[in-house]
């Protein structure tokens, strides 16, 4: 089975800080997600990537960037972290034709 | 894009009885229905999932069916029991890589 490393489970930042979420797999897949989690919210996407150096916006992705220089790697940018970035964060890959996604642990980032 | 629906929010069963969340989508292209059970302190995970060309799929206790004309799909857990306590999400593909999840349904199970 493919694993999603996400390599922070906590992180406390400061506003204005800039932050970088890292989000590495062990397979080959070509289709990388960010989304964030809020209670009542579910899922939203923030960017996607479908292959490297390849980007898109999801559906929130104002104050955020993404980078994918290696096809194993999609990291997350806050580039000037706010409180209202406080939230879960979770990343995901496409794995198999069934579109289905493997996620994974999530970070979840407190802005102070 | 794609919109999808969810309800209830919250759901509370007695062990045993049965649990219906319900979802609605708007693009009628769509074509992958998934669920995702995510139990607290835990990433989401696939738990079942449907296609159009598909009415109902079943797993064990679980089932999903599926209405195309109507754009809703549901997720159905029969004999529940306190490990299915988790919150649900259904989702829909709304393109060729990106899924619309909705807003998520918690339910507990009571012993």
């Known amino acids: 089975d493919v694993k999603v490393t996400q390599s922070s489970r906590y992180l406390v930042k400061r506003t204005g800080e800039k932050v970088f979420l890292e989000c590495v797999q062990d397979m080959d897949h070509e289709n990388m997600f960010w989304y964030r989690q809020d209670p009542g919210l579910g899922l939203r996407l923030i960017y996607f990537s479908y292959d490297v150096k390849m980007k898109e916006k999801g559906d929130i992705p104002e104050g955020y960037s993404v980078s994918r220089e290696k096809k194993e790697r999609f990291s997350l940018i806050l580039e000037s972290a706010s409180t209202n970035q406080t939230s879960m964060y979770l990343c995901a890959i496409r794995t198999g034709d069934n579109y289905g996604y493997t996620f994974g642990s999530g970070t979840r980032l407190t802005v102070v | 894009g794609e919109n999808v629906e969810q309800h209830p929010s ?3 069963v007695q062990e045993g009885d049965s649990a219906v969340i319900k979802c609605t989508y708007s693009d009628s292209a769509s074509n992958y229905f998934p669920w ?47 490990e299915d306590s988790a919150v649900y999400f259904c989702a829909a593909r709304s393109d060729d890589y990106k899924l619309s999840f909705g807003a998520g349904t918690t339910v507990t199970v009571r012993a």
Request: aromatic share 4%.
């Open chain 2, 36 to 82: 995702y059970k995510q139990e607290l302190g835990k990433r989401p995970q696939l738990i079942i999932d449907i296609r159009s060309n598909v009415g109902e799929k079943k797993d064990q206790r679980i089932a999903v069916t599926l209405n195309k004309t109507a754009k809703h799909f549901s997720l159905h857990i029969t004999e529940t029991q306190p």
């Open chain 2, 10 to 12: 919250t759901l509370s």
